[in-house]
């Protein structure tokens, strides 16, 4: 894949993510600037976390985040 289609696609993905993750956080109890935040840190920390980019479903990161505040 050429260069601009995977920045359009990390663009994509990224949107998606954040409005998915702070809609999941809204609808579990958080206010919206607290979700907008933490949606925000995850869209950093995710395609870091392995080292490179690499695409990750929004449902599965809202659970996967759910699941590590919950523990807390």
Do not use: Q
Request: aromatic content about 22%; glycine content about 4%.
């Amino acid at each position: 894949m050429n260069d601009y289609l995977c920045h359009y696609f990390y663009f994509v993905w990224k949107r998606m993510f954040l409005h998915y993750i702070t809609n999941t956080f809204i609808f579990y109890g958080l206010a919206s600037i607290e979700a907008k935040h933490i949606a925000a840190c995850e869209v950093k920390s995710y395609p870091k976390a392995l080292g490179g980019w690499r695409y990750i479903h929004p449902h599965e990161a809202a659970r996967d985040r759910i699941i590590y505040l919950w523990s807390n």
